[in-house]
C-alpha cells in the first residue's frame, strides 16, 4: 500500500515540475536529477562601507641607530683668559713656608727575595810558595817555583813576583834556611827595598825571617832578592829543610769595596 502511495507522490511530483517549467519556458529540472557541472565564478561586487575605527596597536621595537651626520662647521673663537688678556704680571713673591708634615703612608707589600752573594763581594789574594834550588842569584827576583797555595793566581812562579790585584793592606812574610854562606835578603816593592834581613853564618846551618804590612795599589809587583854581593846563602834541602815567602790581603781598600758593591747592585 505504501508503494502505491510512493508512486503516485513522485509521479505528481514530476508532473507539476513540468508544467511549471512550461509556463518559464524553460527546461524541466527534476528534483530528483543529477546536479549539473559547477557554474562560472561571478564578478566581484561593489567595495562595501569603510569599517569603524579600530584599536590603537602596541608599541613597535626601536630602530636602528643612524648614520653619524655630516661635519659641523668651525664655531667661532672663544673669549681670551690669563696672559693672552694683556694683563701686567704681578711682583715678585717668595716661596711659601713649607706644608705640615703627611700622614704616614701605608705598609707596601713584602717585597722578592733576595740574591746571596754570600762572599761575592770579598776580595781573596793568598800565596805560600818554597824554592827546589839553592845559592840563587844577585840582585834579581828570587824565583820560588814549588807552589804550596796560589789563591787568586796573583803571584807568577815562572818570575818569582807577586802581583797586586785588589788595593788593600797586606802581609808579607818568608823563612829563609841558609847553609856555608851568609845572607843578605831584602823584600822588595817595585823595585824599592822595602825590609832587609841579614844573618852572619857562624855554623854550618842558620834560619833567617822577616816580615811586614804595606799598602799595596793595583799592578804593584812584590818579591825577594839578594841584595849583597856574594851573600846569597839560601839553601834548598826538600828532605829537611825548606825556605818560604808568602803573603795574603789583610782587607781591601773601603773605597774600593764601595765601587764594588756598587757594580754589583
Known amino acids: 500500500m505504501r508503494a502505491i502511495m510512493g ?34 565564478p561571478g564578478k566581484p561586487g561593489l567595495p562595501g562601507p569603510h ?29 681670551l683668559t690669563g696672559r693672552n688678556v694683556g694683563l701686567t704680571q704681578g711682583p715678585w713673591a717668595p716661596p711659601g713656608s713649607p706644608g705640615k708634615r703627611g700622614a704616614k703612608g701605608q705598609r707596601g707589600s713584602r717585597g722578592m727575595p733576595g740574591v746571596c752573594r754570600c ?20 840582585k834579581a827576583p828570587i824565583k820560588f817555583n814549588k807552589v804550596l797555595l796560589n789563591e787568586g793566581g796573583h803571584y807568577n812562579p815562572q818570575t818569582g ?11 808579607f812574610s818568608y823563612d829563609i834556611t841558609l847553609a856555608n854562606k851568609h845572607l843578605a835578603i831584602s823584600l822588595v816593592h817595585n823595585g824599592q827595598y822595602r825590609i832587609k834581613t841579614y844573618d852572619a853564618n857562624t ?23 839578594i841584595f ?8 834548598s834541602d826538600p828532605g829537611w829543610a ?11 781598600d773601603t773605597n774600593y769595596l764601595d765601587t764594588l758593591a756598587e757594580d754589583y747592585a
Open 7 to 40: 508512486v503516485v507522490c513522485l509521479c505528481q511530483c514530476v508532473i507539476g515540475q513540468l508544467l511549471e517549467a512550461r509556463a518559464k519556458g524553460s527546461a524541466p529540472r527534476f528534483i530528483c536529477s543529477v546536479p549539473g557541472l559547477p557554474g562560472m
Open 119 to 138: 762572599g761575592s763581594l770579598v776580595p781573596k789574594s793568598a800565596f805560600s810558595v818554597g824554592i827546589t834550588s839553592s845559592y840563587p842569584a844577585e
Open 161 to 171: 813576583k807577586f802581583i797586586c790585584a785588589y788595593p788593600g793592606i797586606y802581609y
Open 203 to 225: 855554623g854550618n846551618h842558620d834560619v833567617a825571617s822577616g816580615s811586614t804590612v804595606m799598602f799595596l795599589n793595583p799592578e804593584d809587583e812584590v818579591w825577594l832578592e
Open 228 to 235: 849583597y854581593k856574594d851573600q846569597n846563602g839560601l839553601f
Open 242 to 252: 825548606d825556605s818560604l815567602f808568602s803573603g795574603f790581603l789583610l782587607y781591601a
Open 51 to 79: 569599517g569603524a575605527e579600530g584599536y590603537v596597536g602596541v608599541p613597535g621595537r626601536d630602530g636602528r641607530d643612524g648614520r653619524n651626520g655630516e661635519k659641523g662647521e668651525k664655531g667661532e673663537a672663544g673669549m
